[in-house]
């Protein structure tokens, strides 16, 4: 009989233990290996059982077993001691506090998944992981950050293969009293009753949503959740399940996301009496209606007008975009928002028609009937930032309509190249091997104890790991054929697949076509050649999820299962299901090389790579992502791409023979070169030493702080303060809006020039300017010069200011300075005024840009500017 409610009931725990809920109820625990044998000190058979979950090793273990422990003095002192121990790390400076200054008193970090735990399956991906690394790296450094994200009852999807190898899509019960988190509730006068928000839908419907809080070492993470009695069904089901659902459903997800987020962080703020944050952060666009929740927030309880707090609320506002394709952006009918953001609904504190130009299309090629969530994410945010220095190009270029007087190369959208975090994805070993010390991850030369490990110890332990990895994967192949229909008595073959002595080799990620899963099947007779050389034998692990609606993916996961089915190579390369954090953890430190093959610039960052790298494995990849900005042959191989081949079947074909070429003729023979191949270990140890540091999410933290936070903040503060600066700078954006069609530069001359000009020539450049109903303290006057191409484009510009130099009638100025030659070569120049106010964060920030007259208009003066010589 089905029940038709589930809850877990949790232990009381003797009064000795109660110091196990605290360290289960802080997330630090999956990170911190000292805190997991404290777990599994508890019963180390349930301990492996429950998979390393403390909340059922607590639900599980008898009673007779939690009173022996309660009068155990060594366990009980050890218990002690690491209580202790998280006490200090949640209460401690760190390097925010001392080497920072504690520059932000908090930042709101909004995200649709968080990837922290597979405890807590809150995640589909890249994007979560790279969210859960983000709150944790946070955590070590003690920036003050609270996450913000949605409790779904059914995650993701646990994968599994039917017999002919399709993909099937099971999504199991997320019970929250199962998982490490609490609900926030409110203060006495409330009688401690669940904390919640409440959004009013069309048709004069409520949305209401609870609260759950995972602490996450220093940084508590914030989960909203629909599931509660006091909502209709549908609403019910708002939290369902991670990326799934009609638009209309995804549209209510990302409403509850961004405007039910910031009423959350406004709640949890009001009761636990944390620090308000300066500065909101989203994690892709999915949350970016939280700029239209602060716009109306300052509307109606400051009364300010739409202008004014679209400044406010920018000033504060950090986006950083993930996708380096359209496809992979939110967009909804234009009359869904309608509907959701009308007066009825939403209030009268923002005009709908703002609402609908913050996500409009309105530049050559946009679609007007849809709203575009990245696009109101630029517009709503003050600075903007890739994930590579890579996808900081692609970015530039994909959202360069929107700044149509700027080339994509001034377009501002800044990059900072994603991290990982080590601790939670070095294994134990060697992590023993490499790190200076414990808990120094934000330190220089925290690699360094590897200079102290020899190559046969490195060896060794590679092996251990491979052998782990083997173990683990063994079991889950065996699980997965019998999930597929077979029998234990005809699994017998599964014991012998892999050899911990073989280069093993790691594939695993989302499956999506463009990281081409198949391209090692474009020539299957190579690949088995490779996979059952005589002297050189490669294995290869391969995992991957495709989207429950992604039918090119699921044939995509079954081409390479049936390739893994053949009896003459099953034993040599496996697909291994459900790919998730507790699949990946083994596997990282489990393989000598991570392969990664996408269609280059298709991948935004990927960090897959990094995580192996950390854990001693060489990268073989196309230069895409973080790669093609650290690519360095001592750390593995690049797989020359064919980018710009239109056929697309010759472009996987090259690449394809490209890859089974480096594995045959460099890969495999420097792994088998010698019992302990020395010049392997030698790029092992380059690796971790040299790239280890650039890939730490601490890095990446540390970078948006510095580089993005803190000016955010100081924005913010200026705004904030009394709002007469946001006042003023909405007024001066509007005037210069009005003024910008009268603003010209007439004449550009240079001085100095001879009549053959030398390298190493300094030139002196004046240009002659109009600016209408400006001032001069509205305007900047810029030369670009450098280097021309075949098309008159100055490639790799550089900027400098032009000094005023005298005014004439009619506001018409000039404007002077200096050009030195120091490169041959055709070379040329031209001039712009762009907006100049201490309030922008970069003078492409309005899109407005006035340069000199066309050369070929027969008005434009004598001499034109873009002079080339």
């Known amino acids: 009989m089905r029940a038709i409610r589930r809850f877990s009931v949790r232990p009381v725990l003797p009064e000795p233990l109660t110091g196990l809920g605290t360290l289960v109820n802080n997330l630090r625990w999956s990170w911190h290996p000292e805190t997991q044998d404290v777990f599994e000190a508890v019963d180390p058979q349930l301990w492996r059982s429950t998979g390393g979950d403390p909340v059922k090793l607590l639900g599980e273990v008898p009673a007779a077993r939690l009173d022996e422990l309660a009068h155990d003095d ?50 589909s991906g890249g994007l979560g992981i790279l969210a859960g690394d983000h709150l944790k790296a946070a955590s070590d450094l003690g920036v003050p950050l609270i996450g913000v994200g949605l409790l779904y009852r059914h995650g993701y999807f646990a994968q599994s293969l039917n017999a002919e190898g399709w993909q099937q899509e099971r999504y199991p019960l997320v019970d929250p009293d199962g998982l490490p988190i609490s609900l926030l509730r409110d203060g006495p006068e409330s009688n401690g009753a669940p904390a919640t928000v409440t959004l009013t839908l069309p048709g004069n419907r409520q949305l209401h949503a609870q609260i759950w809080v995972a602490q996450v070492g220093r940084v508590p993470l914030l989960m909203l959740d629909s599931d509660m009695e006091e909502n209709d069904p549908a609403e019910r089901e708002v939290t369902d399940r991670l990326y799934g659902g009609s638009t209309e459903h995804r549209l209510l997800q990302e409403l509850l996301l961004g405007v039910g987020g910031v009423r959350a962080v406004r709640t949890f703020c009001r009761i636990t ?46 986006f950083t975009t993930h996708t380096p394709v359209p496809a992979g952006i939110d967009r909804f009918p234009v009359e869904l928002i309608q509907q959701h953001f009308s007066p009825d609904a939403y209030g009268e504190g923002v005009p709908i028609d703002r609402i609908l130009e913050l996500g409009a299309e309105d530049f050559e090629g946009g679609d007007p009937g849809v709203f575009n969530m990245a696009i109101m994410g630029l517009r709503l945010a003050q600075r903007a930032n890739g994930v590579s220095k890579l996808h900081g190009v692609v970015s530039r270029g994909m959202f360069a309509g929107l700044w149509p007087s700027f080339d994509p190369v001034d377009v501002p959208i800044t990059s900072i190249t994603n991290g990982v975090h080590a601790p939670t994805w070095v294994a134990r070993e060697i992590h023993g091997l490499t790190y200076a010390a414990t808990d120094t991850a934000e330190s220089d030369g925290v690699f360094d104890g590897l200079d102290k490990t020899s190559d046969a110890q490195i060896w060794e332990t590679k092996r251990t790991l491979r052998q782990r990895f083997i173990d683990d994967t063994r079991a ?57 050389h005589p002297q050189r034998p490669v294995q290869i692990v391969i995992a991957g999820k495709a989207h429950p609606h992604d039918e090119g993916g699921k044939k995509l996961i079954q081409e390479m299962v049936r390739f893994a089915d053949d009896p003459e190579v099953r034993h040599r390369i496996v697909f291994v299901p459900d ?27 990927g960090t897959s ?58 890969v495999a023979p420097r792994f088998y070169d010698g019992e302990v191949p020395g010049r392997w270990i030698e790029m092992l140890r380059h690796t971790i030493k040299e790239l280890g540091p650039k890939v730490l999410a601490t890095r990446m933290v540390r970078d948006y702080v510095e580089q993005l936070y ?8 200026s705004l904030n303060a009394t709002y007469d600066g946001a006042r003023e700078l909405a007024a001066w954006k509007k005037k210069v809006r009005t003024a910008w069609p009268q603003i010209r530069v007439d004449h550009v001359e240079l001085q100095g020039l001879g009549d053959v000009p030398q390298l190493g020539t300094t030139v002196g450049i004046r240009a002659f300017a109009a600016l209408g109903d400006l001032e001069p303290s509205d305007i900047c006057v810029e030369v670009l010069h450098g280097r021309v191409d075949t098309n008159d484009e100055i490639t ?59 050369p070929d208009d027969p008005s434009a003066p004598d001499l034109p500017a873009g002079s080339e010589f």
């Open 74 to 123: 060594v366990f009980l002192r050890r218990l002690e001691l690491a209580v202790t121990d998280l006490n200090a790390y949640v209460s401690g400076d760190r390097w925010f506090q001392t080497d920072a200054g504690s520059p932000v008193s908090s930042v709101a970090y909004f995200s649709p998944e968080f990837g922290i735990t597979y405890v807590l399956p809150q995640y």
């Open 273 to 318: 009496g944390h620090s308000a944050p300066e500065v909101f952060h989203t994690n892709e666009g999915h949350a970016g209606f939280l700029g239209i929740e602060r716009i109306r927030e300052l509307a109606t309880d400051q009364a300010l007008d739409f202008d004014t707090a679209l400044e406010v609320a920018r000033g504060g506002t950090v």
């Open 476 to 532: 889950r192949v065996r699980q997965s054929w019998i999930n597929r229909g077979a029998s234990d008595a005809e699994l017998g073959w599964v014991d012998s697949i892999l050899d911990p002595d073989v280069l093993t080799m790691g594939f695993a990620r989302r499956v999506p076509s463009y990281k081409r899963l198949t391209l090692m099947l474009r020539d299957p007779a190579r690949l088995k050649a490779l996979l059952l």
């Open 579 to 605: 790919y998730d954090i507790a699949l990946a953890q083994p596997m990282y430190p489990g393989c000598d090389v991570w392969l990664n093959n996408p269609l280059r610039p298709y991948e935004a960052c």
């Open 609 to 666: 790579g990094m995580k192996a790298a950390l854990n001693g494995a060489l990268n073989l990849s196309i230069r895409d992502g973080w790669w093609d900005e650290w690519y360095d042959d001592e750390f593995g191989w690049a797989i020359p791409s064919a980018e710009g081949i239109e056929d697309t079947d010759r472009r996987d074909d090259l690449e394809a023979h490209a890859l089974y070429d480096l594995i045959e003729k460099q």
């Open 710 to 717: 803190v000016p955010a903040a100081k924005s913010s503060r």
């Open 796 to 854: 790799d510009p550089v900027r400098a200011t032009l000094a005023m130099a005298e005014t004439y009638e009619g506001n018409r100025h000039r404007y002077e300075g200096e050009l030195k030659l120091d490169r041959t070569g055709p070379f040329g120049y031209t001039v712009r005024v762009v907006p100049s106010h201490a309030g922008l964060a970069s003078p492409a920030e309005l899109g407005l840009a006035a340069g000199p007259s066309d």
